[in-house]
């Protein structure tokens, strides 16, 4: 009988759970049959008090959720974005799969249990967010897409919108992928686990100005 196939989505403190990001996400993972369970945080403000507060706060609310949904004899796909992306212990520990939206890379927790990982993941992440470490992420063990100039909300600031829509197709379809490539396999799973995915932007410009709101 095949497992029932799950997904838990883990958003940020300012980007709830029907964001793009993901409202898409959402969309791939249903039209493969899996179920969705969204996460609501509590006390968000602890959460974002500190290192500490967040590791303990996100983890112990994620692991509070996995029993009630049989994730061991379904283990359910994390999707996370910012403070969500705390939740990689739990992924570690339970050898979970993930898909990790700018993901805070200058948290050693953070990197420490990415690289404790056992289960695929992706991270997604933009160049000019100042959480997002380019040369950090090709050390990890890990599906890599990339988006030049994209902040933290994976948006394009100071370039034309259809930018930023461009962007979020080229992160989808990356979604898309590793879904198929990684989590549920469709076919031939190359041995070359390391995949950095550019988006493809034309008239590609310097951005100037700093994060976005989005978290």
């Not at 990197?111 to 997604?124: D, G, I, S």
């Not at 992420?137 to 259809?162: K, Q």
């Not at 932007?201 to 310097?206: D, E, F, G, K, T």
């Amino acid at each position: 009988m095949p497992q029932r196939r799950q997904a838990v989505i883990l958003p940020g403190r300012n980007y709830g759970s029907q964001g793009p990001l993901f409202m898409f996400s959402q969309v791939a993972l249903r039209s493969r049959g899996a179920h969705i369970y969204p996460m609501r945080w509590e006390n968000v403000d602890y959460l974002c008090a500190d290192t500490g507060s967040l590791m303990e706060g996100v983890n112990t609310q994620v692991e509070r959720l996995l029993p009630q949904i049989d994730f061991l004899s379904s283990p359910p796909v994390l999707v996370g974005k910012s403070i969500g992306t705390a939740a990689v212990s739990t992924a570690a520990r339970f050898e979970l799969p993930a898909i990790w939206f700018s993901p805070l890379l200058t948290e050693y927790p953070i990197v420490q249990a990415l690289r404790r990982c056992t289960a695929p993941y992706l991270l997604v992440g933009g160049t000019e967010d100042p959480t997002w470490e380019s040369a950090l992420v090709d050390e990890l063990p890990g599906e890599i897409c990339e988006i030049p100039g994209g902040d933290h909300g994976l948006f394009l600031p100071g370039r034309p919108l259809t930018s930023s829509a461009h962007a979020l197709a080229d992160i989808i379809e990356a979604v898309e992928m590793f879904l198929d490539t990684k989590v549920w396999r469709r076919g031939f799973l190359s041995e070359h686990r390391h995949r950095r995915c550019f988006a493809t932007l034309a008239n590609s410009l310097p951005v100037e100005g700093g994060i976005g709101d989005a978290q």
